[in-house]
């Protein structure tokens, strides 16, 4: 963490981990529906929710968030954490 800092990062801890990282145990819809069942049963008003952008196809991440990011929006105020 103090490296982080010295970076001028913030580190933080997530809350809500929809495991979008494994595309080895899922993968196409089974992937897409698997983040939208996990990011709506387990958050909560305070959560992070740890998503993925990198690292190999992320077709279902992002087509998981187009159902999730209205729905979210309607229920919460999103914040986008600095980078």
């Not at 529906?33 to 959560?47: C, D, E, S, W």
């Not at 991440?61 to 929006?73: D, F, N, R, S």
């Amino acid at each position: 963490m103090q490296i982080a800092a010295d970076l001028g990062m913030t580190s933080v801890g997530w809350s809500v981990d929809p495991s979008d990282w494994n595309t080895k145990k899922w993968s196409g819809n089974q992937m897409t529906q698997h983040i939208i069942t996990t990011v709506r049963n387990n958050t909560k008003p305070g959560a992070v929710i740890l998503s993925h952008d990198g690292g190999g196809d992320r077709s279902a991440t992002l087509a998981a968030y187009k159902t999730l990011l209205p729905e979210l929006k309607q229920q919460y105020t999103l914040v986008a954490l600095p980078l």
